[in-house]
């Protein structure tokens, strides 16, 4: 099994690598709304994957506490493992 093979959303996967030397929800919440700026949605794999966010859904409650202003569409995807699961899918709107 080829560990290092990606999958996901083609451009948060190759557009960034997010690098990050901090992993406080303020740095999560930060590169989750720096994700979802410039591609618009983000599912909860993609977010864990690609981003290291293991709570994807506790950071977008936190984000619309904040009056960030993101929708939740239900959704289907696959892990790295190739199962699949119902992900939600974070589309953002604006920021309040």
């Known amino acids: 099994m080829n560990v290092n ?16 030397t901090n992993n406080s929800a303020i740095s999560q919440r930060a590169r ?4 979802l700026q410039e591609h618009g949605s983000i ?11 293991m709570m994807p859904a506790t950071r977008i409650f936190e984000l619309r506490e904040q009056g960030f202003k993101i929708d939740t569409v239900w959704t ?13 899918r974070y589309v953002w709107r604006a920021a309040t």
């Open 5 to 20: 093979k990606k999958k996901g959303h083609p451009k948060v996967a190759q557009n960034h690598t997010y690098q990050h």
């Open 32 to 35: 989750l709304v720096e994700a």
């Open 43 to 53: 599912t909860t794999i993609e977010a864990r994957r690609d981003l290291d966010i």
């Open 76 to 88: 289907n995807g696959a892990t790295d493992q190739g199962k699949q699961h119902r992900v939600a």
